[in-house]
């Protein structure tokens, strides 16, 4: 579903229909599950799949909040343009301050990535049983495999290329962010082109689709980069954005609607 809506498969009342199903039945207070509650374990021959039936311990493997594919979820939500969603799965990624959005969580190392938020079941027959527990928060919430590496570089570009909306590419600089209203004058240093950049973000009521792009006061002229589900980001050429940078700190600023 989450890759669908990523890649523009889905109409969008496909992608809503899809969405429900998620919030439905896959959002825990921790985030997106791959299940809505774990495969059933008999022993014996296998009958799903390997790690599903093999592993003896009820983590990342078997937990069914991989934070890898929570991430994909947040990816999703910023494609479809559910701004609060977006961030809020942004947050829950992030450990720092983690009970303070997540009051179940267990205690956990705060500077560094987590792979997953393992239910602290007994044994996968209590957690088969019990998984309810979860949605309620009656069960505590536990910090994955520490420093994986896939799932914190997914992250990262979220952070840079979603949340922030910057891609630079071969002929053009795409701005597409998905911010939350309550974020509005946010302001970030960053580099485009090998310079120093300030870019201010300007947010409407929605938190996404700009509508106006200035560098150093200059309007920059802009086409509409294409999205089946909302207003889709902005398209600036390259070399008019080369052309106005200048040897100093640069100042972008990003309207948003």
């Known amino acids: 579903m989450i890759h669908a809506i990523i890649n523009d498969l889905l109409t969008p009342a496909q992608a809503r229909t899809h969405i ?22 008999r022993g014996g021959p296998q009958t799903y799949f390997q790690r599903a039936e093999s592993s003896t311990f009820f983590g990342r493997e078997i937990g069914l909040m991989y934070m890898h594919a929570h991430l994909r979820y947040a990816q999703a939500m910023a494609r479809y343009g559910d701004v609060e969603a ?17 009051p179940a969580a267990a205690l ?23 998984y309810d527990k979860v949605k309620t928060s009656a069960v505590a919430l536990e910090g994955g495999w520490r420093i994986y590496s896939s799932g914190a570089g997914i992250a990262m570009r979220l952070l840079h ?15 597409d962010p998905v911010i939350p209203a309550s ?6 240093e960053g580099e485009l082109a090998g310079r120093k950049v300030q870019i201010s973000y300007r947010i409407g009521g929605i ?12 309007e920059l002229s802009f086409t509409r980069e294409a999205n089946p589900y909302r207003t889709g980001g902005a398209e600036v050429p390259i070399v ?10 640069n100042e972008l600023l990003a309207c948003l609607g």
């Open 20 to 41: 429900s199903y998620i919030q439905q039945h896959l959002l825990g207070p921790d985030g997106a599950r791959l299940f809505d509650r774990p495969p059933p374990y």
């Open 86 to 102: 977006f961030f809020l799965a942004l947050c829950q990624a992030n450990p720092i301050a983690i009970r303070s959005l997540v």
């Open 108 to 130: 956990r190392q705060a500077n560094c990535y987590y792979s997953s938020s393992d239910a602290a079941f007994a044994d996968r027959y209590a957690a088969l049983a019990q």
């Open 161 to 175: 290329q979603c949340f922030l909306g910057l891609r630079q590419e071969k002929s053009v600089l795409r701005i």
């Open 183 to 188: 974020l509005d004058g946010l302001q970030v």
């Open 207 to 218: 938190g996404y689709g700009p509508t106006a792009v200035t560098l150093n006061s200059q």
């Open 240 to 249: 008019e954005m080369l052309e106005r940078l200048t040897a100093g700190t």
